[in-house]
Every structure is written in C-alpha cells, then in structure tokens.
C-alpha cells in the first residue's frame, strides 16, 4: 500500500494561540486584547496561505479532570481499522487516475467523485457565499466532505458531511 506524503507541512506556532495575549477561548483567563489586536493577530496569516490547509480548528485548553477519567470514546483500533478502509476505498477510486487518496484530488475529478445532492449543494452554495470562501476552500471542503464519507463507508456525500467540513475551516469564519 502506498502512502501519500504532502508536498508541504506548515507549523502555524502561536498564531494557533487566537490571539496576542494567548488566551483567547480560554475556559480559565481572560482574554486582555481587543477584537481588532486579535483581528490584527490573525491576519499575520494571509488568506492563500490559509487557502492551502485543508485543515484549521482551534482547540481548547483540556481541563485536568477530561486527561484523568477513562476515555469512553472510540477505541484506536477501531479508528485505525475506519481509515485503512477508507484508504483502500480511495485507492480503488483513484486506480486509473495516478492519485492515491482524496487530497490529491484535481477539480475535474472533484466534479466527478463529489456529486451533491441538492440539500448539500445549498449548503455548501450558503457558506461560501456568507464565509466569502474562495474557490480553493471550496475545493478544499469537498475533499474534506468526501473523506467524511469515506469514514463513515458511505458512498454519497450527505449534508452532515458539508456542514462537518466547513466547521474545520475555523480560520475562513474569522472571529466568533
């Protein structure tokens, strides 16, 4: 099995902070700098470089108590075993296309590996239009969209997926 590598990996460092002071979102301090301080912050970003990462959330602070108590989530086996099916699924997509997963995925072959129904065209249509997403993102998004089904085992790209995936674009959202 061969495995894809990116052709490139971006650290973002304090920038994934929020903001100057760091504690932005932070359950425990409060943030001391004002929304254009943290809009400053954030624009040392620039929108084609944040076009190029399929993925960007922010991540909250995880209380001691969460770290401490027995995880009742999905077990790693059963995590590892969900996405070795979904690469071998999108290996036997892509046999005939020199790619080997859904990142690689070039726009004709989007038109042709992600159809969306109606519900999740309108979806996707809304959130570009409100978020002023540019058309990377939204290539990015379906990509992402299609991954999501791919997980689950599904072969159609469902609304949830779209809506799913837009929520990993935090940074195109801008400030909560």
Do not use: W
Not at 25 to 53: A, E, F, N, V
Not at 130 to 135: E, N, P, T, V, W
């Amino acid at each position: 099995m061969h495995i894809a590598t990116p052709r490139f990996v971006i650290v973002l460092g304090s920038v994934t902070h929020g903001c100057p002071c760091g504690f932005y979102g932070d359950y425990k301090r409060q943030c001391q700098c004002t929304h254009l301080q943290i809009q400053r912050y954030r624009t040392k970003i620039s929108g084609p470089l944040l076009d190029r990462l399929d993925i960007h959330v922010e991540v909250p602070a995880v209380q001691y108590q969460d770290l401490a108590q027995e995880s009742g989530g999905e077990s790693s086996d059963s995590i590892r075993h969900r996405v070795n099916a979904a690469r071998i699924v999108q290996q036997k997509r892509f046999k005939h296309h020199r790619i080997y997963n859904n990142s690689q995925m070039a726009p004709r072959l989007l038109k042709r590996f992600c159809q969306l129904e109606e519900d999740s065209h309108r979806l996707l249509e809304a959130a570009i239009d409100r978020l002023g997403l540019s058309a990377r993102a939204h290539n990015r998004i379906l990509k992402i969209s299609r991954t999501i089904a791919d997980l689950e085992g599904l072969e159609e790209i469902s609304a949830t997926h779209i809506a799913e995936a837009i929520q990993y674009r935090s940074l195109d959202r801008g400030l909560a």
